[in-house]
T-cell receptor, first 113, second 112 residues
């Protein structure tokens, strides 16, 4: 089955620790995205990548880093510089083109210990 | 700054009721407006709207866009408990396909 797989489903971070959230897709999509969702708020874009080896900052990139070494994979690292990392993180992908919708993974809930 | 605002933020109804969810936007270089349903984790796609006045329909759900007044509505008729979810409105802007600005979401609760 084609889809987007995020892991882990739940993640706990200690103070000062970097953690990495995994996102893998087998839809052969060119573009991938990371969104953050806080309670009572909509999704906010962290980073996006439209092609392998290239990515751009979204609206709230500070304290996060990404890489796009393979088309299928777009991991997100939450660094110690992100002071409020507790949130629900959603990865998405889309095929580049007009009117192509996003497909979402099932998300990772990150909490701070 | 691009802005998408949804209303109401939450809504409680009984099965069989009809609901209307609103989404207004102020963005530069509008490309399309999308509605998603988020039940537990992954948002699932409902509609994409690009042209004014053309209603999109899927079963009991329908949606329409007004590009002059900069808003969209999502209608759900004969609601069922399975319609309980967060409904997200998002606007695609500029030349970066798939780069979406989301509203806060509307939490819909349907009681039996």
């Amino acid at each position: 089955d084609g889809g987007i797989t995020q892991s882990p489903k739940y993640l706990f971070r200690k103070e000062g620790q970097n953690v990495t959230l995994s996102c893998e897709q087998n839809l052969n999509h060119d573009a991938m995205y990371w969104y953050r969702q806080d309670p009572g708020q909509g999704l906010r874009l962290i980073y996006y990548s439209q092609i392998v080896n290239d990515f751009q900052k979204g609206d709230i990139a500070e304290g996060y880093s990404v890489s796009r070494e393979k088309k299928e994979s777009f991991p997100l690292t939450v660094t110690s510089a992100q002071k409020n990392p507790t949130a629900f993180y959603l990865c998405a992908s889309s095929q580049q083109g007009i009117n192509e919708k996003l497909f979402f993974g099932s998300g990772t809930q990150l909490s701070v210990l | 700054e691009d802005k998408v605002v949804q209303s109401p933020l939450s809504l409680v109804v009984h099965e069989g009721d009809t609901v209307t969810l609103n989404c207004s936007y102020e963005v530069t270089n509008f490309r399309s407006l999308l509605w998603y349903k988020q039940e537990k984790k992954a948002p699932t796609f409902l509609f994409m709207l690009t042209s004014s006045g053309i209603e999109k329909k899927s079963g009991r759900l329908s949606s329409i866009l007004d590009k002059k007044e900069l808003f969209s509505i999502l209608n759900i008729t004969a609601t069922q408990t399975g319609d309980s979810a967060v409904y997200l409105c998002a606007v695609e802007v500029g030349t970066s396909y798939g780069k979406l600005t989301f509203g806060q979401g509307t939490i819909l609760t349907v009681h039996p």
